[in-house]
């Protein structure tokens, strides 16, 4: 497995805000996920894009991943207080391997 | 979408003794399980690949005599952190893989809640 690095690593934006965050990998990939973690629990998967993809869409949230440079972004749109959370970046060569994760970002979204 | 549970969330235990964590898959059968380690502020550090029937595969660094992994079922593996210390306190993560045939993606993880160990 390989490991993503996030970048920030913090970010702070106020209720509304859009917030971008990045992710660089070194290898070739199957697909690529982002998880978000809450203060103290679990990581939870928010979406995964296929190597084959360049953009996709979820709720709020929008990923982009561009295989030429090795990166992603993961866009939240009209930040809430909830969103304030930890997010990983996972790149994957698929069929339930292991993943490994870098040291997210921290994102602070304040009212 | 799919469940994985921990027991306990939470432990404080005395150094030198032994604590067993769960982790369990409540939706599916899971051959293959995952061990996390996240010491605050860091990102989660994969310890070991639990595997269904045969010996977990542990990252390099991880002590396999400190960290016992049993995969006893498809559906259950445990974590026991043996004579634990002050510094094998923690934050232990368990994750499963999705399942093919169903609708959970089998390149997802589903991740547990979470076990705090305390070593005093």
């Known amino acids: 497995s390989q490991q993503g690095e996030e970048d920030p690593q913090a970010l702070s934006i106020q209720e509304g805000e859009n917030a971008t965050m990045n992710c660089s990998y070194k290898t070739s990939i199957n697909n690529l996920q982002w998880y978000r973690q809450n203060s103290g629990r679990g990581l939870v998967h928010l979406i995964l894009?296929?190597?084959?993809?360049r953009e996709k869409h979820s709720g709020r949230l929008r990923v982009t991943l561009d295989t030429s440079k090795k990166s992603s972004s993961l866009l939240i749109t009209a930040s809430r207080a909830a969103d304030t959370a930890s997010y990983f970046c996972?790149?994957?060569?698929?069929?339930?391997?292991?993943?490994?994760f870098g040291t997210g970002t921290q994102l602070k979204v304040e009212l | 979408g799919a469940v994985v549970s921990q027991h306990p969330s939470w432990v404080i235990c005395k150094s030198g003794t032994s604590v067993k964590i769960e982790c369990r898959s409540l939706d599916f059968q899971a051959t293959t399980m995952f061990w996390y380690r996240q010491f605050p502020k860091q990102s989660l550090m994969l310890m070991a690949t639990s595997n269904e029937g045969s010996k977990a595969t542990y990252e390099q660094g991880v002590e396999k005599d400190k960290f016992l992994i049993n995969h006893a079922s498809l559906t259950l593996s445990t974590l026991t952190v043996t004579s634990a210390h002050p510094e094998d306190s923690s934050f232990y993560i368990c994750?499963?893989?999705?399942?093919?045939?169903?609708?959970?993606?089998?390149?997802?993880?589903?991740f547990g809640p979470g076990t705090r160990l305390t070593v005093l």
């Open positions: 894009i296929r190597s084959n993809e």
């Open positions: 994750s499963v893989p999705g399942t093919s045939g169903r609708k959970i993606s089998t390149d997802t993880q589903y």
């Open positions: 996972a790149p994957s060569t698929g069929g339930g391997n292991k993943l490994t």
